[in-house]
């Protein structure tokens, strides 16, 4: 083992100091080159645009041995070698070369990149020179004589030997640095390798189950550090599997007394587990080994069997001998097996028989047609117009002659389902009964520091409709929105579409979770109640508002993000079927 453990971290330093010493001298290497051609490739360039004043006239006069003793002159004295080509390819000045001599260069790499309006920069072997040139070519042209290329170069013999020596240089000191780093290596490994056998032979005891295993090092660094920490590992490892024993233990024992009925089938569809209470529910004890068909329900057998096919979780309320059973199936992560609960709601069931009949013992909350009375009554104390009093006051009588049909809504609210609820049918100007609507709340959203905006189309149809029960359902859904609402605001829009009026009522407000928004229609089902109660609310407003829209031939709808606030969208027939 020590051998092992040594050979390996040796021959990873190995591999790294060779990696890095090779990348260093490679990458230093380029990177010096690169940064003298930068440097070279501005020298050049500078030379070219300072002939450029001197070159072009000469050119424009066709004056070539004026042109040849000029650049023969700046290739003397700056040590770089100047070519003039026009743009055919022709060379019409060479300060090292006689340009009659040298063939077309319109082939060059540099010279097409010039010919194309940009600096040309390359790094080859001359052809006329016989060795290594650097390339930097200026584009340029002159009127009536067409493009001309300015290019300068110098011999890469010099760089390319510093790059050679820089490079013997950078190898010799890496060599010197590998060898001592190795050196370093070979004294780490051998330190190393003996604490990480003891580390691997104690570990080996552990994963025996001996936990009372000890690691006990003389290392006085992070090796003595990991053995400590390793013993109080095994002291929490012995620990926790103690403690797993104890939870097993309780689990098992849970699960025995749980009042819901549990099973647990595997991978073949056979009973692996069950609890006591389950084996009431089947009326057998003897259900170990058995299959879901075998349990004596056909419905569970067919929830458990579609879960398990379909590979997710389902639940479905089904009579198991003569009770309710709310049966849940959990396909267990990992090919597990399937996990099922049965919990016996017959009393549940039983007891929401009974919240319908609690509406007669509510019908004292009769909030909304109080309030929309109060409201009414508060406008009419700042009026002062006789006319507008006298419609205030026509208004309130019509609430107050309305309130035993309220009466009456909260006592059939169980029965508003079935065929036996009636509407009197008339036509309804919707904008006008919201108007109405809206005029009552607008003291609570001052109050509030609300909003109201309101867009609806023009000349939007009367509807056939129950127009005191439209009161209602718009009546619940601004309070709503308004109760539910903090800051920001209320907008309502009504338009038509197609044979039908679709009215929305949005706002800001809380919002309402996506697992609370199938329940939110339901008797008495409030998202939170502790606002609810402060505010006064008894869960009916929504169930009010539902009913009253089926009873129109309508549809309502709900959208929702927590915390960003709730969109209802109502749709009503213009002709209401009843």
Same mark, same amino acid.
């Given at each position: 083992m020590?051998?092992?453990?040594f050979?390996r971290?040796?021959?990873?330093?190995?591999?790294?100091?060779l990696?890095?010493t090779?990348?260093?001298t +490679?990458?230093n290497? &380029?990177?010096?080159?690169?940064?003298?051609?930068?440097?070279?490739?501005?020298?050049l360039?500078n030379?070219?645009?300072?002939l450029?004043p001197?070159?072009?006239?000469?050119?424009?006069?066709?004056d070539?041995?004026?042109?040849?003793?000029?650049?023969?002159?700046?290739?003397?004295?700056?040590?770089v070698?100047?070519?003039i080509?026009?743009?055919d390819?022709t060379?019409?000045?060479?300060s090292?070369?006689?340009?009659?001599?040298?063939?077309?260069?319109w082939?060059?790499?540099?010279?097409?990149?010039?010919l194309a309006?940009r600096v040309g920069?390359?790094?080859r072997?001359?052809d006329?020179?016989?060795?290594?040139?650097f390339?930097v070519?200026?584009?340029?042209?002159?009127?009536?004589?067409?493009?001309?290329?300015?290019r300068?170069s110098?011999?890469?013999?010099?760089?390319n030997?510093?790059?050679s020596s820089?490079?013997t240089? @950078?190898?010799? @000191?890496?060599v010197?640095?590998?060898?001592?780093?190795?050196?370093?290596a070979?004294?780490?490994?051998?330190?190393?390798?003996?604490?990480?056998k003891e580390?691997?032979?104690?570990?080996?005891?552990?994963?025996e189950?001996?936990?009372?295993?000890?690691?006990?090092?003389?290392?006085?660094?992070?090796?003595?550090?990991?053995?400590n920490?390793?013993?109080d590992?095994t002291l929490?490892?012995k620990?926790l599997?103690?403690?797993?024993l104890r939870r097993?233990?309780?689990l098992?024992?849970?699960?025995?007394?749980?009042h819901?009925?549990l099973?647990?089938f595997?991978r073949d569809?056979?009973v692996?587990?069950?609890?006591?209470?389950?084996?009431?529910?089947?009326?057998?004890r003897?259900?170990?080994?058995k299959s879901y068909?075998?349990i004596g329900?056909?419905?569970?057998?067919?929830?458990i069997?579609?879960a398990? &096919?379909?590979?997710?979780?389902?639940s479905?309320?089904?009579?198991?001998?003569?009770?309710?059973?709310l049966?849940?199936?959990t396909?267990?992560?990992?090919d597990?097996?399937?996990l099922?609960?049965?919990?016996?709601?017959t009393?549940?069931?039983?007891?929401?028989?009974?919240?319908?009949d609690?509406?007669a013992n509510?019908?004292?909350?009769?909030?909304?047609?109080?309030t929309?009375?109060?409201?009414? +009554?508060?406008?009419?104390?700042?009026e002062?117009?006789a006319?507008k009093?006298?419609?205030?006051?026509?208004?309130?009588?019509?609430? @107050?002659?309305?309130?035993?049909?309220?009466?009456?809504?909260?006592? @059939?609210l169980?029965?508003l389902?079935?065929d036996?609820?009636?509407l009197?049918?008339?036509?309804v100007?919707?904008?006008?009964?919201?108007?109405?609507i809206?005029?009552?709340f607008k003291?609570?959203?001052?109050?509030?520091?609300?909003?109201l905006?309101?867009?609806?189309?023009?000349?939007?149809?009367?509807?056939?409709a129950?127009?005191?029960?439209l009161?209602?359902?718009f009546?619940?859904l601004?309070?709503n929105?308004?109760k539910? &609402?903090?800051?920001?605001?209320i907008?309502?829009?009504?338009?038509?579409h197609?044979?039908t009026i679709q009215?929305?009522?949005?706002?800001?407000g809380?919002?309402i979770?996506k697992?609370?928004?199938?329940?939110?229609f339901?008797?008495?089902y409030?998202?939170?109640?502790?606002?609810?109660?402060?505010l006064?609310?008894?869960?009916?407003?929504?169930?009010?508002?539902?009913h009253?829209?089926?009873?129109?031939?309508?549809?309502i709808?709900?959208?929702? &993000?927590?915390?960003?606030g709730t969109?209802?969208?109502?749709?009503?027939p213009? +002709?209401t079927?009843n």
């Open positions: 020590k051998s092992s453990i050979r971290i040796f021959k990873s330093y190995l591999i790294i100091v990696v890095v090779v990348f260093l +490679l990458y290497s &380029t990177l010096i080159r690169r940064f003298y051609l930068q440097i070279l490739t501005r020298d360039t030379i070219g645009y300072s450029k001197q070159v072009y006239p000469l050119i424009a006069r066709h070539v041995k004026a042109l040849q003793a000029l650049v023969r002159a700046v290739g003397q004295e700056t040590d070698r100047i070519t080509i026009n743009q390819g060379v019409l000045a060479d090292h070369e006689e340009p009659a001599a040298m063939e077309d260069h082939n060059r790499p540099e010279v097409i990149e010039a309006g920069t390359s790094a072997y001359s006329t020179l016989k060795q290594e040139m390339y070519a200026l584009p340029g042209s002159i009127k009536n004589n067409g493009a001309v290329v300015i300068a110098l011999f890469l013999t010099d760089v030997a510093f790059l820089m490079r240089n @950078v190898f010799y @000191v890496g010197l640095a590998a060898l001592l780093s190795l050196l370093y070979f004294f780490v490994s051998r330190q190393l390798s003996k604490p990480v580390l691997a032979r104690a570990t080996s005891k552990v994963a189950g001996d936990f009372e295993t000890k690691v006990v090092l003389k290392n006085k660094d992070e090796l003595e550090e990991l053995a920490h390793f013993n590992m929490k490892v620990e599997f103690e403690e797993n097993k233990e309780r098992e024992l849970v699960i025995s007394s749980m819901d009925g099973v647990l595997g569809g056979k692996a587990m069950v609890n006591d209470s389950f084996k009431q529910i089947a009326r057998t003897d259900l170990i080994g068909w075998e329900s056909f419905q569970l057998g067919a929830l069997k579609k398990t &096919t379909e590979n997710r979780n389902l479905d309320e089904m009579e198991i001998n003569n009770k309710t059973f049966v849940s199936a396909v267990l992560p990992g597990e097996g399937t099922v609960l049965s919990r016996d709601v009393g549940v069931r039983h007891l929401q028989d009974l919240k319908r609690l509406v509510v019908s004292h909350e009769l909030r909304t047609p109080l929309a009375l109060k409201g009414f +009554l508060e406008t009419l104390e700042q002062r117009n006319q009093k006298r419609e205030y006051l026509g208004i309130i009588k019509k609430h @107050v002659d309305r309130l035993i049909n309220i009466v009456h809504d909260l006592l @059939v169980s029965q389902e079935s036996d609820a009636k009197e049918i008339e036509d100007n919707l904008p006008m009964l919201l108007n109405n809206i005029h009552l003291g609570r959203l001052q109050e509030r520091g609300l909003a905006k309101y867009n609806e189309d023009e000349k939007l149809p009367p509807v056939k129950d127009p005191f029960k009161e209602q359902m009546f619940n601004l309070d929105a308004i539910y &609402t903090e800051k920001g605001q907008t309502i829009s009504m338009r038509q197609d044979d009215l929305q009522v949005a706002d800001t809380i919002g979770p697992a609370d928004i199938p329940r939110i339901e008797r008495f409030v998202v939170d109640k502790s606002r609810s109660r402060s006064g609310g008894t869960g009916l407003g929504l169930s009010i508002v539902k009253i829209v089926l009873l129109h031939g309508g549809t709808h709900v959208d929702s &993000t927590h915390g960003a969109t209802f969208t109502v749709s009503l213009i +002709l079927k």
